[in-house]
């Protein structure tokens, strides 16, 4: 694809608090915004009111159009080529941590990655932002605060959704590829996730750790098999990866608060 830069009008509003370090109201058409592979020091956070664009990152092509907000992290080159044109509300934060938080939330949901979602429609339009923008009175200013409030919040809300929905196929996936009993290092490997990642989601996900939801599983298939069969308690320690009838016994009365065979009874 050729270098054609696209017409852009933007207007930008810079005296803001932390994390915020600029708001703006751009419309964009008709070619690269900004250089090809270019990248900045900073979060920017961009919510799309009308039209589509393309972003490259990293090599993957994204469509984003209407009602979608993505997130660029810092320091990592990218692309943005529209072929007609769209409106936004980007948001530049600080990249450093606030009092209120709001930095760590949204870093912590994109790991340093690009990432982008649908999100509720915001309570405001692109001509309210463009106005309070351009008439940059005290009020106005805590009103462009709160406006980006409001999307940041919206955005980490979806992108938390989004990735507790995404770990949770895949850790299901994962489980069902594994025939014994599943290690960490295994659903890592599955997954494609690190241990303290998976941990955090699995938390998000299921209230407790990984390895805790697996043996949570692994209860309700003995005491179904305790039930449903006349498999022995060997028999079913074989079949679900301990050692011994006394290894299962062990971990069924921790969890049950009696032994296999009175639950059985």
Known sequence: MSYKKATVSNSTMSELNPPFKMVNAMKAKGGFVGPPNHSHSIYHLNYIFSGKLTITFKGEKYEISSGMAFVLPPDIPHSVYTETEY???????????????????ISSVCNNEFRVCKIPEPTFLFDDIHRIINTPTALNIHLAEHKADELLLKTVEALNNKSKSDFETKFRQALKQINSTPTLDEICKLTGYSRVHIERLAKGCFGCGAIEYINRIKINRICSLLVNTDMSILEIAEKEGFYDASHLTVFF?????????????
Request: aromatic content about 6%; hydrophobic content about 30%; cysteine-free.
């Open 87 to 105: 409106s936004q509300m980007g948001v530049d934060l600080l990249n450093k941590s606030d009092s209120r938080g709001l930095f760590d939330l």
């Open 253 to 265: 009365k921790k969890r049950m608060g009696i032994t296999p065979s009175k639950y059985r009874k």
